[in-house]
T-cell receptor, first 114, second 112 residues
């Protein structure tokens, strides 16, 4: 079982609020990722990190920001939430080096912005 | 750029076999993966296959890889209602490489 945790699992907030989605992993993985999953099921990579103090934007442009101050922690922040940000956000991690490169996913954070 | 394509829906009867298909474009991919997502949850790795293999079997799951046609399939034998989920195909370079590329997901519906 993967040791990667996301909080909150569900969040309903009003427009204009600042929110932070938390993601922590206890596997010591260097690589971490945030995906946005739309109602049509497709996964879109919005941010990734290959280590502490390293963050990159993903394939889908997002108004969110991320930080990686500690290996185990990769929070995602929206400064001013809008209804268009309503989505499921999935955090994942993987090990750098030899191996399959498989991703381990958290359970997801479902965000609804009213 | 790299692309992974899947059909969006599959419906089968309980006890039948399910076959979910995937095509990919990056011939340099080292690993190909199948993930399962149950409602309201994250993705879980079901199985993977190394690119120099043609087939991998794991209990009810059989993965077939045709490198020439860049085609990957997942066969689930004796499909159960608990297999109802979204299945994602993905390709990637392995641990020393970059990102995984995911397909759009196939929603499998198993009817009793």
């Amino acid at each position: 079982e993967a040791d990667i945790y996301q909080t909150p699992r569900y969040l309903v907030i009003g427009t204009g609020k600042k929110i932070t989605l938390e993601c922590s992993q206890t596997m010591g993985h260097d690589k971490m990722y945030w995906y946005q999953q739309d109602p049509g099921m497709e996964l879109h990579l919005i941010h990734y990190s290959y280590g502490v103090n390293s963050t990159e934007k993903g394939d889908l442009s997002s108004e969110s920001t991320v930080s990686r101050i500690r290996t185990e922690h990769f929070p995602l922040t929206l400064e001013s939430a809008r209804p268009s940000h309503t989505s499921q956000y999935l955090c994942a991690s993987s090990e750098f080096g030899r191996g399959t490169g498989e991703l381990f996913f958290g359970e997801g954070s479902r965000l609804t912005v009213l | 750029g790299e692309d992974v394509e899947q059909s969006l829906f599959l419906s089968v009867r309980e006890g039948d076999s399910s076959v979910i298909n995937c095509t990919y474009t990056d011939s340099s991919s080292t690993y190909l993966y199948w993930y399962k997502q149950e409602p309201g949850a994250g993705l879980q790795l079901l199985t993977y296959i190394f690119s120099n293999m043609d087939m991998k079997q794991d209990q009810r799951l059989t993965v077939l890889l045709n490198k020439k046609d860049k085609h990957l399939s997942l066969r689930i034998a004796d499909t159960q209602t608990g297999d109802s989920a979204i299945y994602f195909c993905a390709e990637g370079p392995g641990g020393q490489g970059g990102k995984l590329i995911f397909g759009q997901g196939t929603e499998l519906s198993v009817k009793p």
